[in-house]
Each structure stands twice: as C-alpha cells, then as structure tokens.
C-alpha cells in the first residue's frame, strides 16, 4: 500500500522579508521554511501551528492555505506537502524549541531563491507560489469529525 509522508510548511512573511529556518543534515547548513510531519492527533493547521513553534518559537496561525505539493524526495521517498501562509506585521524574534534547528533566519525572496543550501526544491518553490496571487481557504483543508 502507498503511504506518502505527510508534512506540514509554513510560508512567514512580515515586511518583505520570508521565515528560514536552518538545519545541519550531514554536516551541512540547509535551509528550509518552519515544516515537519503531521502528527495522529492533530489536524494539518494544528500541526502547522506546532511545527512553527517548535522550530522557531514564534506562535501564529496560518491566515490561508498555500499549496498541497506531491512530491518524491531523492531517496524515493514520497511526500505530500501542505504549505500554509502566515503573514505578520514585522518580522519577530525568535528562540528555536527544537534542538535540530541551528538558528531562524529573516531573508528576502531573492536570497532565498539564489541560495544554494536550501533542503529541497520545495522550499524555493513554496516561496514562487507565495509571490503568485491564489490563496485558499483554510477550509479547503478542513477536518471531518476530528478528532475521532
């Protein structure tokens, strides 16, 4: 049976500048936005919500939903991607909660889509479908009789 990876990413934007977080994988620096795997117990915002927190110590809830990415990772591994937005009014301090992540960065869309240690093509491409106007509802990821 087919069971793709579930993740959640957050897209943080606040006066032009975009959330990064920054992760050493065999000992290189790589860069992705605030992301993980859903948990059983929770919904996709929910896990958004904690993934941010975790990794960057900002607490926030997505404004609207971004992008679903299907997506096979080098190693064949298969992933859906839920990538939500947040929008804030400046860009806040931040103070990781997860051991795994080296530091939180405030960049712009060009230092970000020119950089050569980003995680994967992932992280670029949630950032050009940010800069494209459709935004969704978060109810077009709701949940049905959660949790259960």
């Not at 990064?20 to 065999?26: F, G, H, R, S, Y």
């Not at 915002?45 to 080098?74: C, M, N, Y």
Request: charged share 20%; with cysteine.
């Amino acid at each position: 049976m087919f069971k793709p990876h579930v993740t959640v990413a957050c897209v943080v934007h606040a006066a032009g500048k975009f959330l990064i977080v920054e992760e050493t994988i065999n000992n290189k620096a790589l860069w992705n936005q605030p992301a993980g795997h859903l948990e059983a117990d929770e919904t996709l915002v929910q896990a958004a919500e904690r993934e941010l927190w975790e990794e960057t110590g900002i607490r926030a809830t997505p404004q609207s939903f971004l992008k679903l990415h299907q997506w096979i990772a080098p190693d064949n591994t298969p992933f859906l991607r839920f990538c939500f937005v947040i929008e804030l009014e400046h860009p806040l301090p931040t103070e990781p909660q997860d051991s795994d992540i080296d530091r939180c960065l405030w960049l712009s869309a060009e230092e970000i889509l020119q950089a050569p240690n980003l995680r994967s093509g992932l992280v670029a491409e949630s950032l050009r479908c940010y800069q494209q106007p459709e935004r969704y509802p978060l109810s077009l990821v709701g949940s049905y009789d959660w949790p259960f």
